[in-house]
């Protein structure tokens, strides 16, 4: 079992609807938890971290983090066709001397 | 502000033939300093990282070797490329405190023939 599990998609929306992409985890150590968004034959770049449990709300995005259940999720709100990219979760535990570990990533495609 | 710089973009190499991958961070000292290879569907893998100049910890056994001879460089090497070396290679640079919230370059590609 891998330590970090995402569904590669592809995850294919119309425009302005609402994109829900999961993680789920297996080690109950890890309290970082971050969403890279990645374009096409680019580096990731760094959308949005959180700590423990909770919401994270930036703009169009909602990052959410179940720690009782090992699960953490990104919402996008009114998504644009900009927004198609792959989105990797990624997170860290300071025993591990927080290194990240990453998800394979899901590939999301908005439509106009 | 802080820039990371990677380069070269692209490469093809044969078989054999040695390579070298170079990163450079501006606007912040002492960094952690990590290479990272990324293969389709397959997430990112750490390959090396380094804490300071001429410390590196390698992760998995392979044909790759980093070096960090400043502060702010870092290089990824071979003497003899393989073919299951090809990839995207990512440099990244981040803070150990903390969430260490990593940084990426734009990649480097390599495709060994």
């Known amino acids: 079992q891998k330590e970090v599990e995402q569904d590669p998609g592809p995850l294919s929306v119309p425009e302005g609807a609402i994109v829900s992409l999961n993680c789920t985890y297996s080690n109950s150590a890890f309290q970082y938890f971050m969403w890279y968004r990645q374009y096409s034959r680019k580096g990731p770049e760094l959308l949005m971290y959180t700590y423990s449990s909770g919401n994270k709300e930036d703009g169009r995005f909602t990052a959410q983090v179940d720690k009782s259940s090992k699960y953490i999720s990104l919402f996008i709100r009114d998504s644009q066709p900009s927004d198609s990219a792959t989105y990797l979760c990624?997170?860290?535990?300071?025993?591990?001397?927080?290194?990240?570990?990453f998800g394979a990533g899901t590939i999301l495609r908005v439509k106009s | 502000s802080q820039t990371i710089h990677q380069w070269p973009a692209t490469l093809v190499q044969p078989v054999g033939s040695p390579l070298s991958l170079e990163c450079t961070v501006e606007g912040t000292s002492n960094p952690n300093l990590y290479w990272y290879r990324q293969a389709a569907g397959r997430g990112l893998q750490l390959l090396f990282y380094?804490?300071?100049?001429?410390?590196i910890s390698s992760e998995v056994p392979q044909n790759l070797s980093a070096s960090r001879p400043q502060d702010r460089q870092f290089i990824l090497s071979s003497k003899k490329l393989l073919l299951s070396d090809s990839g995207f290679y990512l440099c990244?640079?981040?803070?150990?405190?903390?969430?260490?919230?990593?940084?990426f370059g734009a990649g480097s590609r390599l495709t060994v023939l």
């Open positions: 990624a997170m860290s535990a300071k025993e591990y001397g927080n290194k990240l570990v």
């Open positions: 380094s804490v300071g100049i001429g410390q």
């Open positions: 990244a640079w981040g803070r150990i405190s903390g969430a260490n919230v990593l940084t």
